[in-house]
């Protein structure tokens, strides 16, 4: 059976933790990465989440991250092959389905990269649709509370209506 999904207060520790993470996996990975950010709920201050850290790493070319499955194993990291996401490649550390921490590797600027730090940086401005979000993840973790496949499907439309947002407002300039 899988771990149950579990919506935790928001922790202001999370940043110091990405923070650690981030040094840990630039000590690893050296210049190979050209940027690691945190990603997820709980890269957004103020919002309830699963408590597993999601960082992303930006490469120039992601067969880059075929190179990187020993050294993070260092870390505690395993390479977690995901045939649904071609434009992505994942670590996890911790536990099948019970992750501490998600490692999402993706080309540096690509759309799929773009459209994470969309996703969080919109969140974080705007608290409505940050406790629409929050609102959501707890329906559905009670749910599905062993049901991670449901779970996420359960937030694709709002994430989606989400970047959607965030591109307005980025086509429409600073001024909205």
């Known amino acids: 059976m899988e771990q149950e999904i579990i919506i935790e207060k928001a922790k202001a520790q999370w940043a110091y933790e990405f923070e650690t993470e981030k040094q840990r996996l630039t000590d690893v990975l050296g210049k190979k990465v050209l940027a690691i950010e945190h ?5 957004v201050p103020g919002l309830a989440a699963k408590p597993v850290l999601d960082l992303m790493a930006g490469v120039n070319s992601l067969s ?5 499955i020993e050294p993070l194993q260092q870390l505690g990291y395993e390479h977690v092959f995901h045939e649904g996401f071609p434009a992505r490649r994942f670590f996890r550390k911790g536990m099948w389905r019970a992750g501490t921490h998600h490692l999402h590797v993706y080309v540096f600027q690509s759309e799929e990269w773009k459209n994470q730090l969309r996703f969080r940086n ?10 629409e979000y929050e609102t959501l993840k707890k329906t559905l973790a009670r749910r599905f ?6 779970y996420t499907k359960g937030k694709e439309s709002f994430i989606t209506a989400v970047i959607e947002k965030a591109k307005h407002l980025e086509r429409s300039g600073p001024a909205c």
Do not use: F, M, N
């Not at 509370?145 to 449901?150: E, I, K, L």
């Open 64 to 68: 880059e991250a075929s190179a990187w």
């Open 145 to 150: 509370p062993y049901d991670r496949t449901s």
């Open 39 to 43: 990603i997820g709920s709980t890269s």
């Open 122 to 131: 919109y969140l974080r401005k705007h608290s409505v649709e940050r406790q």
